[in-house]
């Protein structure tokens, strides 16, 4: 899952996202609305953390004017303010959730694991193709129902590949995904799917990860018996 973190300080939205980060969440961070509002416009990013005030905009007013379709279909909305009716007004506009700017790491978390929670998120809480199953909120991988212990990064790139349902996803697409905007060696990728791949096979799964050449990857499962009357 990729998060994105908007303060105005951008030190201290790189400090938040390296938490973030180590919490399991795929996170970038940015200064400014027009930072981040172009970088939505080349990514995907399941939530948004954004504080109130910042030197190019009010997040409140951003988040308006995106109308219902909240931030270039971004799932939810954190907004970050010191003042309750500032809190209250984020809300009020369509924010999943609002705290005071000053938040610890460990209610951030917390704060975030709860609101995916969410009936509205209910269906995607747990991705399932074949054997192979993951738990978003819990970060959880699991093959026929036992537990399979996972890197973090490993974890990103199977829930990627798991949302597309079967389907190709194209290498740049899960690299923006897993990596965000940091500098990737040229063949990071490709080891980390060599490890994931061997952990599915040690764990006993039938479900396997394709190489699409020339395009990307999918997972592929054996498909299901009919069962007939």
Not at 55 to 81: E, H, M, N, P, Y
Request: hydrophobic share 45%; net charge positive; aromatic share 4%.
């Amino acid at each position: 899952m990729r998060l994105m973190i908007v303060f105005h300080d951008l030190k201290l939205a790189q400090h938040i996202a390296v938490g973030l980060n180590a919490a399991g969440f795929g996170t970038d961070a940015f200064s400014t609305i027009e930072d981040a509002s172009t970088a939505m416009r080349v990514g995907h990013y399941e939530m948004v953390i954004v504080e109130r005030r910042l030197d190019d905009g009010d997040a409140v007013a951003w988040l308006r004017g995106q109308g219902r379709s909240k931030l270039a279909g971004t799932s939810f909305v954190i907004v970050l303010a010191d003042k309750e009716e500032e809190r209250v007004a984020a809300l009020e506009a369509g924010a999943d959730d609002s705290a005071i700017s000053l938040i610890s790491m460990r209610e951030l978390v917390a704060r975030i694991r709860a609101v995916l929670r969410r009936p509205r998120m209910a269906v995607e809480s747990r991705l399932t193709l074949g054997d192979l199953s993951l738990c978003t909120v819990a970060r959880e991988t699991s093959v026929d129902g036992r537990s399979v212990p996972m890197q973090r990064r490993q974890t990103a790139i199977l829930e990627v590949l798991l949302r597309r349902g079967g389907r190709v996803v194209p290498r740049p697409l899960l690299e923006q995904d897993i990596y965000g905007l940091q500098a990737v060696c040229p063949n990071s990728l490709e080891v980390r799917i060599s490890r994931l791949r061997r952990q599915l096979a040690e764990a006993g799964s039938m479900t396997t990860i394709e190489t699409v050449r020339g395009v990307g990857y999918r997972l592929t499962a054996p498909p299901q018996p009919s069962l007939r009357g």
